[in-house]
């Protein structure tokens, strides 16, 4: 009698495989090719990558952005390709994205691909509080459920469901305000704030005066905007954004990719007038410890956070890696310089 329960327990259980291996198939040959174009068109990022590329470029608007004013309007890694006219760049850049999108793009590669070395954008601002409950996330994360390595039917299941985490704007604003209170700040020596919070509300007191010895309410709201950006230590065990940049160290490492982290630049230049040199340790801190964490796991860290000039960010009201045609050339200069460790043949000097 067990035998035989068990038995018509198992038919139950084959013939639902079977039924929904089935309809996978049938999904993933009729439907979802239309579903991936109208959720997650950010595939395309991946499939419009040559097949016999050498170097991809992996970056957001930080890439693409130019000054109204600038003679050349490339992007920085066309301008890393000048110094390797013998090899094969090719950029995959997505406005707002950072490594937790890089990783889920990678992932897509094909095996066939030839690319050799990896250079992705490593943006010390997508470390803070902000940047991690932007409200931003909830479009990014579903635009990358039917990518997950999954059946194509269950992944639609998935977003049917939303099985993503969705949040309003007002709730990711609860979310890092109170993470700006429960980060205490760590210094070598006595600091008068607890946390960002306290920071911020100092800063807004106290104000940035002007000749005259008034509160400059736009210089005062922008040095607040630096607090916020860059008061912070990165964890390295909590920080969601380390997750991140580990499954792509680990991914290269499987698919032996050669990989470069491309230290974006801060406006630190503005960061120290401001607010001065407190913001500034916080930054170089953070800055080596991001040096450091990734060099021992064999990735080449490019160190452009303080190369380029004030005079050279675009956005001067806000807290922003969108350089003119100077900054994007140095930029790209740090990147090359990087990739004659393994390229010294192909190298030719742009003369930027």
């Known amino acids: 009698m ?25 999904y993933k040959h009729v439907f979802f090719e239309k579903d991936l174009q109208k959720y997650s068109s950010i595939i395309n990022l991946i499939r419009d990558v040559p097949p016999d590329v050498d170097i991809i470029y992996l970056g957001e608007s930080s890439n693409n952005t130019a000054h109204e004013d600038d003679q050349d309007k490339r992007k ?23 490594a937790g999108i890089f990783k889920v793009l990678l992932q897509q590669l094909p095996a066939e691909s030839e690319v050799e070395t990896l250079i992705v954008t490593l943006t010390l601002r997508s470390f803070n509080a902000q940047w991690i409950h932007s409200p931003l996330e ?13 059946p194509p039917l269950f992944n639609r299941f998935l977003l049917s469901f939303k099985a993503y985490e969705i949040k309003t704007k007002e709730e990711r604003e609860q979310d890092f305000k109170k993470q700006w209170v429960e980060d205490k700040l760590h210094f070598p020596y006595e600091f008068p704030h607890e946390d960002v ?12 005066r002007d000749e005259q010895g008034e509160i400059d309410r736009a210089q005062t709201e922008l040095a607040c905007h630096y607090i916020k950006a860059y008061g912070f230590q990165i964890d390295t065990l909590e920080n969601p954004r380390i997750a991140d940049f580990d499954a792509i160290v680990e991914l ?62 675009i956005d001067q009201t806000w807290t922003t890696e969108h350089y003119a045609e100077g900054g994007r050339k140095t930029i790209a200069k740090g990147v090359a310089a990087a990739l004659l460790t393994w390229y010294p043949d192909e190298y030719r000097d742009a003369r930027y």
Not at 2 to 26: C, D, E, P, Q, T
Not at 197 to 208: C, E, H, P
Request: net charge positive.
């Open 2 to 26: 067990l035998r035989k329960r068990w038995s018509y327990i198992a038919v139950r259980i084959l013939s639902l495989v079977l039924l929904f291996s089935g309809m996978n198939l049938l």
């Open 252 to 313: 290269a490492l499987h698919r032996e990719w050669k990989l470069v982290f491309n230290l974006m630049a801060e406006n630190m230049e503005k960061a120290g007038q401001l607010v001065g040199e407190d913001l500034i340790f916080l930054m170089n801190q953070n800055r080596e410890l991001l040096k450091h964490y990734y060099g021992s796991k064999g990735v080449i860290v490019v160190d452009n956070l303080s190369s380029v000039e004030d005079q050279f960010f």
């Open 197 to 208: 919070s306290q920071w911020n509300r100092w800063m807004a007191y106290k104000g940035i």
């Open 138 to 150: 909830t479009s990014l994360q579903k635009s990358l459920v039917l990518l997950l390595p999954n």
């Open 76 to 98: 920085i890694s066309d301008f890393i390709a000048d110094y390797y006219p013998g090899l094969a760049l090719y950029d995959m850049t997505k406005p707002a994205a950072h």
